[in-house]
């Protein structure tokens, strides 16, 4: 069994950053890919950013240049770090991990970014 852990969620100014932590726990091994996704209330789920095990990553155009998605596979842990946030970017963001047909997702944690 997978469980994935989120920490780094809160409350800040637009233009401020933060920095989001997923760590994974259980059977993780192989190939996979871990990302972030995002809910807005009213809004579907929607890809932020994603990274394979061996570092290929993809973009949301939205957040292309202000958001940089990294990992430690040692740790089995990826990280968001989130810069020149917009009130835009206020939302449930949602970890998760492919590994080959399985997807898991973590509890998510708030980011809400003030005008």
């Known amino acids: 069994q997978v469980q994935l852990v989120e920490s780094g969620g809160g409350l800040v100014q637009a233009g401020g950053s933060l920095r989001l932590s997923c760590a994974a726990s259980g059977n993780v091994f192989g190939f996979n890919t871990m990302g972030w996704y995002r809910q807005a209330p009213g809004k579907p789920r929607e890809l932020v950013a994603t990274?394979?095990?061996?570092?290929?990553?993809n973009y949301a155009y939205s957040v292309k240049g202000r958001f940089t998605i990294s990992r430690d596979n040692a740790k089995n842990t990826v990280y968001l770090q989130m810069n020149s946030l917009k009130p835009e970017d206020t939302a449930v963001y949602y970890c998760?991990?492919?590994?080959?047909?399985?997807?898991?997702w973590g509890q998510g944690t708030q980011v809400t970014v003030s005008s």
């Open positions: 990274i394979t095990s061996i570092r290929n990553t």
């Open positions: 998760n991990l492919r590994i080959g047909a399985t997807t898991y």
